[in-house]
């Protein structure tokens, strides 16, 4: 009940390419899912993030999708970049209940934009 | 630019040793989390609190771990005696309702 499923576990990009990373839920009690970014050696950070409400949000190169109904949202980065190389993760949390604003991750995907 | 910072960043120490980690949340917000990442297991919530009153710790051994916020901008997390499947990287995130959890550089911790 509380999964985020993410895919792929790595992606392979060439330079200027989209790339797409997907994650599905089951907990319809979330309300705010967040996109973060890992570099090797750092903390996650906090890349954008969007809310039920909405279907779409975008900054800069990235862009959350969100499918209410199928219970699923995905992060595409147009003009991928060499320096966008990094591990991903999708997480959800809920504002009410047990474990509220507590966020469940998924397992991250490692992204690799070659030249 | 506020931050979350952790002390220390690396720790070695021998099995059976007591270690301590430290945190300093970014000022104004009111939840803080404990994090581990290994590469088996991903990101795992520890423990996290509310306005210094923990709220959860069901992802933590509790036989050996423990943490604690003895003020607004310290949080510990403690493990004693320490194990060899400790070895890890520990996080701190502190966050304020939906503005999202801001990561700290983490503890790499490795225990011979």
């Known amino acids: 009940q509380q999964q985020v499923k993410q895919s792929p576990q790595s992606l392979i990009v060439q330079k200027g390419g989209i790339s797409i990373i997907n994650c599905a839920y089951e907990n319809t009690a979330f309300d705010y899912f967040p996109w973060y970014q890992q570099f090797p050696g750092k903390g996650p950070a906090l890349l954008i993030a969007i809310r039920p409400d909405v279907s779409e949000k975008k900054e800069g190169r990235f862009t959350i999708s969100f499918n209410k109904s199928a219970k699923q949202f995905s992060l595409h980065i147009m003009d991928s970049q060499p320096g966008d190389s990094a591990t991903y993760f999708c997480?959800?949390?809920?504002?009410?209940?047990?474990?509220?604003?507590?966020?469940?991750f998924g397992k991250g995907t490692k992204l690799s934009v070659i030249p | 630019d506020a931050r979350v910072t952790q002390t220390p960043r690396d720790k070695v120490t021998e099995m059976g040793q007591e270690v301590t980690m430290r945190c300093q949340p970014i000022?104004?917000?009111?939840?803080v989390f404990w994090y581990r990442q290994t590469m088996m297991q991903g990101l795992e919530l520890l423990a996290y609190?509310?306005?210094?009153?923990?709220?959860?710790d069901s992802g933590m051994p509790k036989d050996r771990f423990s943490a604690e916020m003895p003020d607004a901008t310290l949080a510990t997390l403690k493990i004693q005696p320490s194990e060899p499947r400790d070895s890890a990287v520990y996080f701190c995130a502190s966050g304020w309702g939906y503005r999202g959890q801001y990561f700290g550089p983490g503890t790499r911790l490795l225990v011979l």
């Open positions: 000022l104004g917000h009111n939840t």
């Open positions: 997480a959800a949390s809920a504002a009410s209940g047990a474990g509220s604003y507590q966020l469940t």
């Open positions: 609190f509310r306005n210094r009153a923990p709220l959860d």
